[in-house]
């Protein structure tokens, strides 16, 4: 039995959570409303941008791991690999947490 929560409801739950304590959250793109994957764009007042993805570990269990960060040389390219990731996987959850220390909203 998968005990994993619906994509749809970890995203809202985010979502209330970041607004809750005062930052600011919004999905970036919507995926498949209980199997999606859900990537979280962390960043605070718009800077030092980051993406969250789960990732499989060796026990088993699958926890929040930097994938990328945004080069501020070239802020762009950051844009164009989440637009890619969305275009290969049309099923993906894309959401954006911006506050202080966003990390403790994902328990990463």
């Known amino acids: 039995m998968d005990s994993r929560l619906p994509a749809h409801l970890e995203v809202s739950a985010l979502i209330r959570r970041v607004n809750g304590e005062g ?3 919004m999905v970036l793109a919507k995926g498949e409303q209980d199997a999606g994957t859900i990537l979280v764009v962390l960043s605070h007042n718009g800077s030092n941008v980051r993406l969250h993805e789960r990732m499989p570990e060796l026990d088993g ?3 929040w791991r930097c994938s990328k960060t945004q080069d501020p040389e070239n802020p762009f390219e950051f844009q164009e690999y989440l637009d890619r990731r969305k ?22």
């Open 23 to 25: 930052g600011f959250a």
């Open 61 to 63: 269990t699958r926890r």
């Open 87 to 108: 275009r290969q996987d049309p099923d993906l959850w894309i959401v954006e947490l911006d506050g202080a220390d966003a990390e403790r909203f994902i328990g990463a």
